[in-house]
């Protein structure tokens, strides 16, 4: 199994707090995402990194943000948050140093709940 | 719009049968797919993959078929085993840059004794 772990499992928090959700690996990717799962929808991409300070929006970025001041950490963090944010959050990495392969390996996730 | 349809949400198998589990595609830019197999509270497992240039791809018992002029894939398990049991992901990369997957919502497929 890939090395991803994931900080903290669970969290309940209130409306309007900001909140941090860590991701860190230790099999040295170079690609990180963020994704959200939500009942009905399937996996969706909130943010990635393609490296140290660089990264990207995906599919659902409103109202989250990201860093990556470190190979090994990819941060995301929901700067007021929302009901609509109530998730279940997984973080993946990719080594994609090999031809014609794209897999991804996941963390074991962070669900999330705001009241 | 959804890119990736898997259209049944749950299938029901007796074990030592094949299980076969579909995917739809529209964005034509996909060029690489891959199956995850997902148990509640634990992240997607990645299962079996395939590129664009082929049309097969086979590990142990698990086989995707690729049909790129109707834009579907399936997924073969034979035989089912009770561990099967799971929800199963179908998601697709354009390739090229690092751009994440997309997903379809799942099928959750129920292996019956």
């Known amino acids: 199994d890939a090395g991803i772990t994931q900080s903290p499992r669970h969290k309940v928090t209130e409306t309007g707090t900001p909140v941090t959700l860590r991701c860190h690996q230790t099999?040295?990717?170079?690609?990180m995402y963020w994704y959200r799962q939500d009942p009905g929808h399937g996996l969706r991409l909130i943010h990635y990194?393609?490296?140290?300070?660089?990264?990207d929006k995906g599919e659902v970025s409103d109202g989250y943000s990201v860093s990556r001041s470190k190979t090994e950490d990819f941060l995301l963090t929901l700067e007021s948050a929302t009901s609509s944010q109530t998730s279940v959050y997984f973080c993946?990495?990719?080594?994609?140093?090999?031809?014609?392969?794209?897999?991804?390996?996941f963390g074991p996730g962070t669900r999330l709940t705001v009241t | 719009d959804q890119q990736v349809k898997q259209n049944s949400p749950s299938l029901s198998v007796q074990e030592g049968r094949i299980s076969i589990l579909n995917c739809d595609y529209t964005?034509?830019?996909?060029?690489?797919f891959l199956w995850y197999k997902k148990y509640p509270a634990e992240g997607p497992t990645f299962l079996i993959s395939?590129?664009?240039?082929?049309d097969k791809n086979e590990d142990g018992r698990f086989t995707v078929f690729l049909n790129k002029s109707a834009k579907h894939l399936s997924l073969h398990i034979v035989p089912s085993q009770p561990g099967d049991s799971a929800v199963y992901f179908c998601?697709?990369?354009?390739?090229?840059?690092?751009?994440?997957?997309?997903f379809g919502k799942g099928t959750h497929l129920i292996i019956q004794p």
């Open positions: 993946a990495i990719s080594d994609r140093r090999q031809v014609l392969t794209y897999e991804q390996y």
């Open positions: 099999e040295n990717h170079r690609y």
């Open positions: 990194s393609y490296g140290v300070k660089d990264t």
């Open positions: 964005n034509s830019m996909f060029d690489y």
């Open positions: 395939i590129s664009s240039i082929k």
């Open positions: 998601a697709a990369s354009e390739g090229g840059g690092a751009d994440g997957l997309t």
